[in-house]
């Protein structure tokens, strides 16, 4: 800075104040504004949660978007990011971290009522910088109540499955081969897989590439199927009841998370559930189930957004989210609601091997890869082209490769002990 310069800032600050003040009511001004807060949820679910906020007596602005990762750039981009950011994606939120974003979350919440593998942090540094304050279960697939099916390999057309999202499409795809992964695998292999951990090639693996070609010849089936899957939201119509209902062909099966129930509405005390592993290509036993959850992360460190976290995080703030919005809570203190499915799912969050969404925990980089490499794989099926597996992991390879080593936000643990 030059001298000049230096007394140009000075001369401005003071006219300022003799004008009356001004840069002190500016700065009062900032300490007051709300604290800003951008999320994934929208409709019902929002309203639900700025309920909860409200409780809180912090002043507050919530925007919830699915296009969260879009306009999180975006802010992040042009110098003005939320105080708070909740989303799924803990590999997106390493790599703000590693760029000196993100501000530690440490002493806002007790890690004992969080156990693996939602509290989990790196080895190089010793900070938190995401807390999950929504939780789901997957590696379930939901039928209609009576009628609960063998256990045994389904084929194509008992699954309802849509790969459509107005966010990132191809998830639901993902989730396919995550489960496939894990089931066939264990969770030793799919954590590794998952962290690009070590020099293994983990996109060529066997593991990898004979859950994605057993995936691949299960979409092969029947190609209008396949098709249609492409085509179609994951939670269905909008003024339906979701994928299960609508029973497009005669399906009867879907592969989705305990979030489904929502998309279910008046059709949900309908719906139950089983788990993954026997229904999936191929058959087994249940190895670990996957997980998945939202986080939330401060951009600031304004006293206002700390507090809002420690108690959006803490027991009470958890239950009553949870008992308003019925949703699932990682915190072990929560009650779940009292019915039979909720009691199972709770159970099944809390107890065994539970492992982390793979593709959540990837970088953006190679997350992005991989929804785009299961829309390909569909359209050559549904073309009835060959699904070009090998190229396809390949090309995912070469990501992963550019990605270099993990940084020192990246999580070192994906899947919990059993």
């Known amino acids: ?32 504004e709300p604290v800003t807060i951008l999320g994934t949820w929208t409709g019902d679910q929002a309203d639900r ?15 919830g978007t699915a296009a969260q990762r879009e306009v999180l750039l975006s802010k992040v981009q042009s110098g003005e990011p939320p105080d708070i950011v909740i989303m799924p994606g803990i590999g997106e939120l390493a790599e703000y971290a590693d760029q000196s974003r993100l501000e530690p ?19 190089v540094s010793s900070s938190v910088y995401w807390v999950p304050v929504k939780a789901d279960l997957k590696s379930i697939v939901w039928y209609r109540r009576g009628e609960k099916p063998a256990d045994a390999p389904a084929p194509l057309r008992s699954w309802c499955i849509g790969m459509g999202d107005d966010g990132a499409s191809g998830w639901p795809g993902t989730d396919w081969i995550e489960d496939l992964v894990l089931q066939r695998a264990g969770p030793g292999v799919y954590a590794q897989w998952a962290l690009g951990a070590g020099r293994t090639r983990w996109w060529q693996s066997d593991a990898v590439r004979s859950a994605w070609q057993a995936w691949a010849g299960l979409l092969a089936q029947d190609r209008a199927r396949a098709r249609h899957a492409l ?67 401060l951009f600031s460190d304004r006293p206002q957004a700390r507090e809002l976290v420690r108690r959006l995080a803490s027991r009470n703030g958890q239950q009553e989210w949870a008992t308003s919005a019925d949703f699932f809570s990682a915190n072990r203190e929560v009650t779940p609601r009292d019915d039979e499915v909720a009691h199972e ?17 990837m970088a953006p980089a190679v997350r992005d890869a991989f929804y785009e490499a299961v829309l390909q794989t569909i359209a050559r099926v549904a073309d009835g082209r060959d699904p070009g597996t090998a190229g396809l992991l390949r090309d995912l390879q070469r990501v992963q490769d550019a990605q270099g080593a993990p940084g020192k936000a990246a999580p070192r643990t994906v899947c919990s002990p059993r």
């Open 345 to 361: 799912i709770a159970e099944r969050l809390r107890e065994g091997p539970r492992c982390l969404d793979a593709s959540d925990v």
């Open 1 to 32: 800075m030059t001298r000049r310069f230096k007394v140009l800032v000075v001369l401005v600050v003071m006219a300022l104040v003799a004008a009356g003040g001004l840069v002190a009511a500016w700065a009062r001004h900032d300490d007051g």
């Open 49 to 63: 949660f700025e309920a909860v906020l409200r409780d809180f007596g912090i002043p507050f602005r919530y925007q």
């Open 105 to 123: 979350l440490n002493g806002l919440y007790d890690p004992g009522q969080y156990g693996a593998p939602w509290n989990a942090t790196g080895t």
């Open 231 to 297: 085509l179609t939201d994951h939670r269905g119509a909008p003024d339906g009841d979701g994928l299960l209902f609508a029973g497009w062909g005669g399906c009867g099966l879907e592969h989705q998370g305990s979030f489904a129930r929502s998309f279910y509405r008046g059709e949900a005390a309908h719906a139950d559930l089983t788990d993954s592993a026997p229904l999936l290509p191929g058959g087994g036993r249940v190895q670990a189930h996957e997980v998945t959850g939202d986080f939330a992360a």
